[in-house]
């Protein structure tokens, strides 16, 4: 088989990773040859989904001085509440056995519904290979509780959370809000300028449950986060707002990890080349072709152009990589928050965490079985912060015990690792286009603007990811399309004009 | 090159969208031929059926076709019993098996008209997929439904439900709603549920609003009967319509519904009231609340002096019929009390100071409804609120008006001059119903000025509005019929020109 392999390519991708796909996928839709090779032998490598088993086996996975996961462990609880009794009582053994009903995200993400991977995946007619759900609740913490975050206005109507002053208070604020820019001479806001956006907020007359509602989980600010850039994100909320279901998020049915996949489809559509399991042993620059040589498995190819995914040998030898993202992924019998927040099984809700300071934040992603990434009766909590030391379980502490100390979930698995990243760019890499790993953020705008950048320096002159025709526009080249006949007429009004054209015609010579 | 992918060109789209169009016109034009010539030559058949099922798919507002398909299916009918009649031409002495069969032929009949509804109604049913406000296929639903005795009234809920799924806002389901669950005899409190659920999920919905106002006053009945529904569920509903009103000021549809709640719960069918009345010995008048197309109609009784009266020969005193004079000599016996009878409607006359003989009867239109006291506290809260929300947003116009109707709610004399300083602003903030506005100020003045006239000296000979205030016009005039003497001031009598409105003395009963 891999002697079938062509030996020239436009572009060679290394890593099937979000960014590494999309920059592939973009490649191959403008024609170019691409050889997209993974050494692992599953599609996603860090942005990838696992089941039980296999998260298990990668976690206990020797770490290389490259590997981007690392700092792993994982325990297995017993939960003393267990009884005979209890139909639906979960352990190692019974979560082991629906291993395959698990899809476990190393790097889970939202999406903005109006968001840049939202419109890219449109923009390019990828959407097709993607199914979602919208998210159910928005939450914040309120004097110690998880609480629903209004956001639409049926959420505003329906919330007994708040006043109706209050409520009248938040729905004028958020239409400013989503105003703001249209007239910006306006004076009340002018004068924010270079202010933060806190500041703003207070001088909005809104109470100290709105000022969090918006800091917390709209804005998703900070006390020192400037005017411009809370009403840019409070915009952005907004903007997604409406769109699908109730909030503005959501999330990818069976996980974040079909979402390179979607790319990596549409770049073998476009004829791209895939091998998983094939790593790439040495890549050298051959100066009078300005090519790259690639030796892989015995063989060598040559590419004009060479993109990597960081961690991958042989590109990253030698760099030295450190703590970027710290990671919890438990798993539960039962759920966060009161029965209003997970009714009729839960959904996906969405908790951004601060600690006491305000200083650090952290994301946490509760799914139910509702997003097929487990089984009915469990639920995953995804917990994810910027990494402050090679200890994830220490840097999420903070977040662990605001979260399960009071409420006190029926955790059976619970898992930390980190996420790293090279510390300096290698100087070997001239030539080579290095990915970004995975970005603490909520959505994918920077690894999209990541792909972009480097599509854009690989093929200046190429559209990035231009929209993918439907099956039914594509016509056979030598078909003449505008010798259209009864034929492309639908089936039934066809047999009805083929009847009604010889019923007139028998009428006709009757009379 | 064979077999090359080519996306269609947005000019070969356009071509290909042209013919096909005009494809269709024809086959329409064939269709629309035969069927013409079959219902010409009496044609009711299978073929005719099928026939405008082509075109009614996508096009189901063509009146005409659903009147053939009526014919056809009235056709088939009688066709059906006129074979179950033929079969029914027992001899004697096979009776009994025959009776058995004529049993089964019953049965197997009424399965074949069954049928034939089930497939009128899975037309329509597709014909709403298509146009869901199409009132023709609506209509034929309706009519199909009640030819069948055997009617499924329950799944025609059902498919209400699913329909509100789609568009929760198209008042052709909601009305067709109220048709079949008058059918299915679905419980009043049943439906206020799906009511409420349905505003939960988006407010802005006239016809769900309406909905309840249709179902609070059978299911919470005001004993008073000047109020919408018993207090106690009123004020349940004053809460969760301010609420609305909060979240979203510029949605007028909750406004609305406020509305209603606050008035007193008249139908608009209600037989009229007796407004006033004046007696003396030679002929009376009477005013309505209301007009009334035919006073004769209403069997009008006068019971005092030891004698029953009939009064009769009523003439119109105005054009619109609220006010009616009847010239009938009177044994008025000065010491007797007397009532007057107007249908069910009965009132104790009160007799003239003064020298004259008569007596006289005088309601004023703004009657203080019942008010408990929870009521009248829901009231001021939600008066306040309005008043909290004004502070915002001073030129809110629902806001203003609202609180105009709160006010007068609570107590109407003792805000007059607060609620017309309301709709002087309103004027202003809202100058496109400026005339509407100083109409509802003539109106609360009137109200108000006849609320005090039973108060004054001379009452009721004498009705004097000689302040400057200027009125737009004069609602009410037929309060003023039982006055000897009516001062106005100038500018509106020159404005009212023909129509000031007569005394009583203009009247001349006794020529």
């Not at chain 1, 050494?39 to 860090?46: A, S, T």
């Given at each position: 088989m891999l002697d079938d392999l062509p030996e020239q390519f436009d572009l060679v991708v290394i890593g099937t990773g979000f960014t590494e796909s999309c920059i592939a996928a973009a490649g191959s839709r403008v024609g170019k040859s691409v050889l997209h090779l993974d050494?692992?032998?599953?599609?996603?490598?860090?942005w990838s989904s696992f089941t039980m088993d296999a998260l298990c086996a990668r976690l206990d996975q020797e770490v290389e001085?490259?590997?981007?996961?690392?700092?792993a462990r994982y325990t297995w609880h017993t939960t003393e509440?267990?009884?005979?009794?209890?139909?639906q009582s979960w352990n190692r053994d019974s979560v082991l056995a629906k291993s395959r009903r698990f899809s476990l995200d190393l790097c889970p993400r939202i999406l903005y519904a109006a968001g840049e991977l939202v419109q890219l995946l449109i923009k390019s007619n990828i959407c097709r290979y993607a199914e979602f759900r919208a998210v159910d609740h928005v939450c914040m913490r309120h004097k110690g509780e998880i609480v629903s975050v209004p956001c639409s206005r049926s959420d505003v109507f329906n919330t007994?959370?708040?006043t109706i002053v209050e409520k009248r208070l938040l729905m004028k604020f958020l239409t400013a809000c989503n105003d703001?820019?249209?007239?910006?001479?306006?004076e009340d806001s002018l004068e924010?300028?270079?202010?933060?956006f806190l500041e703003y907020l207070q001088a909005q007359r809104v109470t100290e449950k709105i000022s969090s509602c918006v800091m917390q989980a709209?804005?998703?600010?900070?006390?020192?986060?400037?005017f411009e850039e809370g009403m840019q994100r409070t915009q952005r909320f907004l903007g997604s707002?409406?769109?699908?279901?109730?909030?503005?998020f959501l999330f990818p049915m069976y996980g974040c990890g079909e979402l390179p996949q979607c790319f990596c489809r549409l770049c073998a559509v476009y004829g791209g080349i895939y091998c998983l399991k094939r790593a790439v042993d040495d890549i050298a620059l051959d100066?009078?072709?300005?090519e790259f040589l690639l030796s892989s498995a015995g063989k060598t190819l040559r590419a004009k152009n060479v993109v990597s995914a960081p961690g991958y040998p042989p590109v990253s030898k030698g760099i030295e990589l450190k703590p970027h993202i710290s990671r919890g992924l438990f798993i539960s019998s039962s759920p966060l928050g009161n029965e209003e927040l997970n009714k009729?099984?839960?959904?996906v809700n969405l908790l951004r965490l601060l600690d006491d300071e305000g200083g650090r934040e952290a994301f946490l992603m509760q799914l139910s079985h509702y997003t097929g990434a487990?089984?009915?009766g469990l639920y995953i909590f995804h917990l994810t912060t910027p990494a402050l030391s090679e200890d994830p379980a220490s840097d999420l502490a903070v977040f662990t015990s605001q979260l399960?100390?009071?409420?006190d979930p029926q955790i059976i698995f619970s898992s930390y690792f980190t996420i790293a990243a090279q510390s300096s760019k290698s100087p070997a890499a001239e030539h080579i286009y290095y990915t970004n790993p995975?970005?603490?953020?909520?959505?994918y705008d920077a690894a999209i603007a990541n792909a972009r950048d480097i599509f854009g320096k690989l093929f200046p002159e190429a559209d990035f990811l231009p929209r993918a025709p439907d099956p039914e526009e594509i016509v056979v080249d030598?078909?003449?399309?505008?010798?259209?006949?009864?034929?492309?007429?639908p089936e039934d009004l066809r047999a009805q004009l083929h009847d009604m054209q010889q019923a007139t015609q028998e009428m006709d010579i009757q009379e | 090159m064979h077999g090359r992918v080519k996306v269609r060109t947005t000019e070969e789209e356009r071509e290909r969208k042209k013919k096909e169009q005009a494809l269709k016109v024809r086959a329409y034009r064939a269709a629309m031929g035969r069927i013409q010539k079959k219902r010409e030559a009496g044609e009711l058949d299978n073929e005719m059926l099928s026939l405008t099922v082509q075109i009614l798919l996508r096009n189901p507002d063509v009146s005409t076709l659903w009147n053939i398909r009526r014919e056809c299916v009235l056709e088939k009918l009688s066709r059906l019993k006129e074979e179950e009649t033929a079969c029914e031409t027992p001899s004697e002495e096979e009776n009994q098996t025959v009776e058995d069969k004529t049993g089964e032929k019953k049965a197997a009949a009424e399965d074949k008209s069954h049928s034939i509804f089930t497939c009128e109604l899975d037309l329509t049913e597709q014909c709403l997929m298509v146009n869901p406000k199409s009132y023709n296929a609506w209509h034929h639903r309706c009519w199909t439904l009640e030819q069948n005795?055997?009617?499924?009234w329950q799944r025609e809920v059902q498919l209400c439900n699913k329909y509100l799924k789609f568009d929760e806002r198209n008042f052709h389901t909601w009305d067709y709603r109220r048709y079949v669950t008058g059918k299915a005899m679905v419980p009043a409190a049943q439906e206020l549920d799906f009511c409420t659920e349905k505003i939960k999920v988006n407010f802005s919905n006239y016809s769900s609003w309406h909905h309840r106002s249709l179902l609070l006053p059978e299911l919470y009945?005001?004993?008073?009967?000047?109020?919408?529904?018993?207090e106690e569920k009123l004020q349940k509903e004053l809460e969760m319509v301010l609420t609305a009103a909060f979240t979203?000021?510029?949605?007028?549809s909750a406004w609305f519904y406020q509305r209603w709640l606050l008035?007193?719960?008249?139908?608009?069918d209600r037989a009229p009231r007796i407004a006033a009345f004046r007696l003396e010995s030679h002929g009376a008048v009477l005013a309505l609340d209301k007009p009334y197309p035919?006073?004769?109609?209403l069997k009008t009784e006068l019971v005092g002096g030891g004698q029953t009266i009939l009064l009769e020969s009523w003439q119109p005193v105005?054009?619109?019929?609220?006010s009616w004079k009847c010239q009938q000599n009177f044994d008025y016996q000065r010491n007797s009390a007397y009532s007057l009878s107007l249908s069910d409607q009965k009132v104790d006359l009160l007799p003239l100071s003064g020298p004259e003989n008569g007596a006289y009867y005088f309601a004023p239109p703004h009657g203080t409804a019942s008010c408990s006291k929870d009521l009248l506290a829901e009231l001021q809260t939600q008066l306040q609120s309005c008043l909290d929300l004004l502070e915002f947003e001073p030129d809110s116009k629902w806001t203003l008006l609202t609180s105009a109707l709160l006010m007068r709610a609570i107590d109407f004399s003792a805000n007059h001059e607060t609620s017309l300083a309301h709709l002087a602003k309103l004027e202003k903030v809202d100058s496109l119903r400026e005339g509407y506005y100083k109409d509802l100020a003539a109106r609360w003045t009137l109200e108000w000025e006849l609320a005090k006239w039973?108060?004054?000296?001379?009452f009721p000979k004498r009705f004097d509005?000689?302040?400057?205030?200027?009125?737009?016009s004069l609602p009410?005039?037929?309060?003023?019929?039982?006055?000897d003497e009516i001062t106005l001031p100038k500018k509106l009598r020159d404005k009212l020109g023909e129509s000031v409105p007569k005394t009583f003395v203009d009247l001349k009963l006794q020529s």
């Open positions: 050494n692992n032998e599953y599609y996603g490598d860090v001085p490259h590997s981007a996961l690392r700092n509440k267990e009884s005979e009794t209890d139909v007994k959370t708040l703001y820019g249209e007239d910006k001479c306006n924010f300028r270079g202010r933060t709209i804005a998703m600010c900070g006390p020192s986060t400037s707002l409406g769109r699908y279901g109730n909030t503005p100066s009078n072709s300005n009729g099984g839960g959904g487990c089984p009915d399960f100390d009071q409420s995975p970005t603490y953020e909520l959505d030598g078909e003449d399309p505008s010798a259209l006949n009864e034929h492309s007429l | 005795p055997r009617a499924d009945p005001n004993q008073q009967r000047d109020r919408p529904m018993s979203d000021p510029n949605d007028s008035g007193s719960g008249a139908q608009l035919d006073i004769k109609q105005d054009k619109r019929g609220t039973p108060l004054s000296a001379d509005k000689a302040d400057d205030v200027l009125l737009e009410y005039d037929q309060y003023l019929v039982i006055a």
